[in-house]
């Protein structure tokens, strides 16, 4: 069993940059692969970073790639993504994920934790 909870989130403006962190409870939390997802009313989850369990091998969405970056540190349960160069289009509500697998998973389906998401916006 694994908790999460997502923190970091806010209001910026247009070129900025944002933080976010995920601390999982568990002591196993360097068995799970982690994702990152975003969501706004009316759209499905999509997909925007993925991290293996080592956190040798990630994985981005295409509109988030070259601007946001996932990270980890298993020592301290938590998982990062540093967002720069932030759009207006990236405003949601991002949350977090868990999944046990060797791979990156890119969708919602393949995890089994979830945090409860934090708030992204984006101003222009």
């Known amino acids: 069993q694994v908790q999460l909870v997502e923190s970091g989130g806010g209001l910026v403006q247009a070129g900025g940059s944002l933080r976010l962190s995920c601390a999982a409870s568990?002591?196993?939390?360097?068995?799970?692969?982690m994702g990152w997802f975003r969501q706004v009313p009316g759209k499905e989850r999509e997909f925007v970073a993925a991290i293996t369990w080592s956190g040798s091998i990630t994985d981005y969405a295409d509109s988030v790639k070259g601007r946001f970056t996932i990270s980890r540190d298993n020592a301290k349960n938590t998982v990062y993504l540093q967002m720069n160069s932030l759009k207006p289009e990236d405003t949601a509500v991002y949350y977090c994920?868990?999944?046990?697998?060797?791979?990156?998973?890119?969708?919602?389906?393949?995890?089994?934790?979830w945090g409860q998401g934090t708030q992204v916006t984006v101003s222009s």
């Open positions: 568990g002591r196993t939390f360097s068995s799970y692969g």
């Open positions: 994920a868990a999944r046990l697998g060797a791979a990156n998973g890119r969708t919602w389906l393949e995890y089994n934790y």
